[in-house]
Every structure is written in structure tokens, then in C-alpha cells.
């Protein structure tokens, strides 16, 4: 199975240094400078007509291709997915069946139930410990299995697996709940109040899904949680969660271990949501209409649009392939979220139009000095952020590889205003294409033009995987993370056990089957790793030669961040960026160099 799948792969690959199509066979040459400008005029008209704007396939995001270029685009990338995506499906599913084979020998072979509650839910790893070889080789983080009822597990999660629904609490904002001043004192060894007024309170906000109908026999909170840093440890912890379903009961640390793990995988529920629509909105749907605007305007040969053809192989499969089996009527969404897929997309596509789609908004380091978690004026700094402390060397080197690659074609800004086909794809990724908050024609200097197509290689070499393809295998295990809850919501504190309300085995083997298909084992990859991205041969092949130092500099880079991430260790004190865990999400040499799923 193993060889069939490297054999595979291998196969895909020299597809993929072939495929990068060239109309003319030239090199990469601004409009300005071409020999031929009116054949390339036609070429663009071609474009102009062949590719078009096609319904959104899932909710309303942005618009996917159609026209007769656009179809066979889609059609093209479609096939190549699929044979891939046949092959780790097929592999879950005989993995799926292995685990509930041994789940049945566990249960045989048990005679005594479980006492304490820590011994049920230690129960769980055995839907883990040796199984997924194959879908997740490299399995859970490092700490999971032995420090996941932790409150700096649960809390550092926010700064690491899932960083985009934390804000800072500015010391004037109205808080969305109180809590009694001896419960605050009690965690806190400080009030509320004064806690707020010092900077040191975050807030995770669910309380938008509290209008979505569930679907029968799932269960889900709408949570809104409190983290804070503490005022003398310096800590970043949880303070209390409020489910705003049922009973709408307040949680915190203070409650029964039951209760608060509870509460704690309620939350992590509303997360798991929130972080897969995310990813398909802010990564997918925004790179999407960004590159669609530019196969309309510029022609093959333009350099702009070979960096963009370079980080976009592929990515039209994708919402295919989500509107004929995650979304669709009966779906794995449908299964196995508390929502159902209609439900999801529309409150998805709210988010997209307000906030995931617009494209400036979503800048890496804009987005958490807007929410408060760097740079806040306002508050203690954050101890540790390893998302950023991850994410950002990643950014800043593809930052350095799109400077010089723009330097090289664009020795002055005066150039970027003489650029026909680079202004038309301004003008249209503003017009027809709709692309939310994008930077306003004309184009003036270079500097925006690099913050453009770094934030495009953001969204799909690093911020897609750090989400979604990377992250699941690892990091959203049971059963601490469950996608739905099975019974209703308890209507006071004091439950007995936290396993009804859980997904049984049929259902956890189902969730952690499909989160390990969104899982791309990325050493496989050969060649097709974050720091080949920009090595691919046949877009050097057409490109400058400062285009192909740099982009030999990137990889030199990526390789070392590689080799940072894996010598992550537990300190002294257990902990590893100031988490229970070891979070290896973002080592470059694990992630695909484009969105692969
Ligand atoms: C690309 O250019 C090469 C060399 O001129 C040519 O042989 C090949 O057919 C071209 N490929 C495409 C897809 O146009
Ligand atoms: C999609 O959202 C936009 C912006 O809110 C709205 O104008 C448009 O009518 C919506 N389209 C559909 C099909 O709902
Ligand atoms: C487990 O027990 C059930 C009945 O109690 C039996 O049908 C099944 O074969 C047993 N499985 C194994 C693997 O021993
Ligand atoms: C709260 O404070 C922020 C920054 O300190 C300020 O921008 C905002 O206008 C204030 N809001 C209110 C409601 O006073
Ligand atoms: C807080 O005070 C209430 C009564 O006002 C009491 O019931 C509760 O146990 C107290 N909690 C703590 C943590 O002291
Ligand atoms: C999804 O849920 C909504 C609201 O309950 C319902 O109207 C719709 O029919 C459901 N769709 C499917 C495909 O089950
Ligand atoms: C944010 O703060 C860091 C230091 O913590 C500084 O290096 C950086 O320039 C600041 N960024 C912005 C956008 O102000
Ligand atoms: C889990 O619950 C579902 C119903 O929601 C049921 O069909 C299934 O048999 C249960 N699995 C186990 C192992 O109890
Ligand atoms: C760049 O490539 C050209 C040939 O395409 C070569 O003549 C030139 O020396 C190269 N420049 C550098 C700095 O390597
Ligand atoms: C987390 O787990 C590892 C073992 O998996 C252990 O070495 C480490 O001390 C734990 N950290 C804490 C803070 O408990
Ligand atoms: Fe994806």
C-alpha cells in the first residue's frame, strides 16, 4: 500500500512539472517588452472569453470558473485530485476498519468499566495509539495523550492550533457576560473589572451559531469564552465558558474536572466549525478569485501570472470536490457536524462577505494587531504566540523571495504603471471579479504589489495547512475535540459522566477518518514541499536568473525552519513555547507547497 501510494505520488509530480502550460514556450516577459504584443493581445482576448465567473458551488462565496477555458481548467485539476484523493480515502477507510476491529478486542477483553472519569476519557487514545500508520504517520502531538485535561492545553490552543477567533478585550468594550467577583478572584486572584482595565482579557465569541438549527440527535453550545493572562504568572488560561444553549450555563475552572471538561470539548466543538469554514473561506474562496481575475488579464507569459498559475496548481479541485462530498445532501458534513451542510454555508457565506473575504483585512500581521494579540496598545504583551512565532519566519521568507522576484521584473515603480496587463487584473479583481477590500486601481508601487502576492502565498503555502491539512491529523483529537455532541446539554452542573454527551466509537472512527483524509503526508511529497514551492522547474525555467537565486534562497530558508520545528522539546518545566504540548504543525517540510485539499 505504502509503495503504491510513493509510486503514485511520484507520478503526480512529474505531471505537475510538466503541466505549468506555456502558450508560446517563452520566457517570462512583461507586455511592455514583448516581441509579439498584438498575438499576446489576442491570447489575453482569448482569456477574456474563455474563462467566466460561475456560481460560488458552495454558499455564496466567491465566483468559481466556468466558460469553455474555465470548465477545462476545473476538469483538469478535477482528475488529477481525485486520483490522489481515491488512494488516502481508500487507505482511512481500511484504517477505519483496523481500529474498530481493535476497539472490539479492547471492549472484549475489559470486564471491569471504567472508575475515574481521567481513565474514560484516557479511553479514547485507543482510537489512536498505533492505528492511522499509514493517513498519520507522524500521530498526535507530543503531550496529547498525557496532558489534554490540562487548562494550558486547552487555552494554548487558541494561540497555536486555532488563533483567528481570539480578540483582546479593549478596556471599554461591554463584556458579553459577568462572572461573580469571588468566582474571578478565585482563578484570577484580581476582579473582573480590573482584569478588563489592565488589558488582560480575551474573549472566543460563538454565540453567532446560536441561531442554526441542529440537525436530529446532535447537540452543539454556542460558546463564548473568556481566556486572560494571568496577573502574576504571566499565563495565558481559560476563566469560563458560557454555552448560551439550554441552560446557558457558566463554566470555569472551579467546576467539578466533569463539568469544566465539558464544557471545554463544547467549545472545542463551536471551534472545529469555526476553523474548517474558515479555512475554506478565508484561503480557498479569497486565492480563488484573486488568481481567476488574473487568468482574464494577463497573459501566460506574464511573470505575475506564472507566480500565481505556480501557487494556484491545483486549487479549482478543491471546491469541486467539497459541493460532491463533504457538502453535499447526506455528506460527510452532514454526518457528522451538529449542522447540516446548507446550514453551515449559509452561515459561512455571512462570514465571508463580511470578514474572511476581504482580502487586505486578512493581511497576517494586520489581522492579530487588529484583534489585539500583537502590538496591542493596550495590555500585556502575549508570553507565547507560537502560531506567529511559527507562521511569521515562514512570511517574512516568502516576503524576501517576492521582493526580488518583483525587483527583478520591475526594476522601478514607473514600470508597474506602464504595465497594461498588470493594471487589467487590478481593475478587474476590483470590478467583475469582486474581490472584497482588495487594493484600489491603479496599481502605484511596488511595495503593494509584494503585499499582495505574499498574502497570496500566506493563504495557500501556510495559512491553509496551518488550518486544515496540517493541523487536523495532530491536533484535533479526541476527546477533547469532538465535531458534535450526542445528547442534549446538561440543564444544571453535576454530571456524572462526560461520555454520553460525546461521540460514541462509530462516531469518533468517522470524525477521525475524515479529519486524517484532509491529511497529506507531505514527506511523499517530493518536491511538492513548502520549501520546493518556489523550485518548481518549469516555472524557473521561464523565469530570470535573480528569480532563481532567490528562489534557491527560499528553499535554503524553508529547509532550516524545518529543522527549528523539529528539534521543538519539552523545557524544564514540561512545556514547549509555553504549551503541554509540541505543536509541529508548521514545519515546512510537511507542508504541500500548495492547497492540496
Ligand atoms: C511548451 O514549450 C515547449 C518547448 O517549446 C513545447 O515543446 C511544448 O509543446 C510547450 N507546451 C505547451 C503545453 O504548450
Ligand atoms: C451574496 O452576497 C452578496 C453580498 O452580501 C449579495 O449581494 C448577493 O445577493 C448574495 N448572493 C446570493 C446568491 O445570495
Ligand atoms: C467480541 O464479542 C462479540 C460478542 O460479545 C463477538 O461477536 C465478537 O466476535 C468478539 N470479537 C472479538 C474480536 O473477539
Ligand atoms: C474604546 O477604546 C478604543 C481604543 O482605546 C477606541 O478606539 C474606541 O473608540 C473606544 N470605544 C468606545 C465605545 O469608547
Ligand atoms: C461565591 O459566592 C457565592 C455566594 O454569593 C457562593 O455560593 C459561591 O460558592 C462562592 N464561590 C466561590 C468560588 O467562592
Ligand atoms: C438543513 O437544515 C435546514 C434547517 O433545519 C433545513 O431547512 C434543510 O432542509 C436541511 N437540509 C438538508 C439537505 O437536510
Ligand atoms: C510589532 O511589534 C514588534 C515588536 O514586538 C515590532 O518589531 C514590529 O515592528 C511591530 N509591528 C508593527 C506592525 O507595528
Ligand atoms: C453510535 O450511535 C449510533 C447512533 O447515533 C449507532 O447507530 C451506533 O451503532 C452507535 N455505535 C456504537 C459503537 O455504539
Ligand atoms: C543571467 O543569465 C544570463 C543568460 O540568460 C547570463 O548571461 C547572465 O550572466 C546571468 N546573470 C547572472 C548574474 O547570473
Ligand atoms: C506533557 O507531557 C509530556 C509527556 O508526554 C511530559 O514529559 C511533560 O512533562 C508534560 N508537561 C506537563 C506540563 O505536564
Ligand atoms: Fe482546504
Redesign the pocket.
Known sequence: MYLTTLLLLANIYTTISAQTSNDSSSSYVLPLYDPAPLDRRQRVAKNQQGYLYGESLLGNLSFFPTGQLGDALVAKEASLWTSEAELFESIVHLEAQEVATALLKVSNASTTPSTSSTQELASFFALYRNQWQDSNPDGLDVGAYTNFTQDLYFSMERLSVNPFSLSRISPNQTLPFKLANNVTMAITGTTLSKLQLAGRMFVVDHSDFADLPRQPGKYSASSTAFFFIHPESGDFLPLAIKTNEGADLIYTPLDSANDWFLAKTLFESNEAVFVDMFHLSATHAVAEIVHQAALRTMADQHPIRGLLDLIMYRAYAVRLAGSTSLFNAGGLVDQNFAFNASTVLGWNSRLYQNVLGRFQTNYFERWFTDHGLINSSYGPALTHFPFYEDVKPVVDSMRVFIEAFVRSYYPTDDLISQDTELQAWIVEANGPAQVLDFPPAPLTSRTTLVDILTHMTYLTGVLHHALNSGAYAASWHLPLHPIAHYQPLPTSKGVKSVLPFLPNATHAINQIALLNSFNRPSYKYDGLNLPALFSNPTFLARA???TQ?AAARFQTSLTKLSAVNQAKSFDRDGLSQGMPFIWRTVDPMRLPSFLSM
Request: no cysteine.
Open positions: 530570470n536568473n535573480d537565486a
